[in-house]
């Protein structure tokens, strides 16, 4: 498996920006279709954004237009950018990896998450 670690998370206000970075260990990370997930207290946690092998990337409605994830397989590194942001994005943001490759979107296709990371979006 591959190890997960996230940074990056913070407050920010309405309509401002972030940026999250996971960075990974073990095996190789380019092998991985990588993915973001948010949970909100009391909420299920959500698919955000993923990011094939080759760098196709899909999205939740919600964010498209907002968020871009991306990965730079020589640092072993995947980023989210987050624009616009709305109080409604306030989660624990997650990281994960996958072994498969059709377009994971659920939890359950994930078998690597790292610890999450805390954004909140003050209004």
């Known amino acids: 498996q591959v190890q997960l670690v996230e940074s990056g998370g913070g407050l920010v206000q309405a309509g401002g920006s972030l940026r999250l970075s996971c960075a990974a260990s073990?095996?190789?990370?380019?092998?991985?279709?990588m993915g973001w997930f948010r949970q909100a207290p009391g909420k299920e946690r959500q698919f955000v954004a993923g990011?094939?092998?080759?760098?196709?990337?899909y999205y939740q409605d919600a964010v498209k237009g907002r968020f871009t994830i991306s990965r730079d397989n020589a640092k072993n590194t995947m980023y989210l950018q987050m624009n616009s942001l709305k109080p409604e994005d306030t989660a624990v943001y997650y990281c994960?990896?996958?072994?498969?490759?059709?377009?994971?979107?659920?939890?359950?296709?994930?078998?690597?998450w790292g610890q999450g990371t805390q954004v909140t979006v003050s209004s």
């Open positions: 990011i094939s092998l080759s760098g196709y990337t």
């Open positions: 073990g095996r190789t990370f380019s092998s991985y279709v």
């Open positions: 994960a990896a996958s072994s498969r490759t059709y377009g994971p979107s659920h939890p359950s296709d994930f078998g690597s």
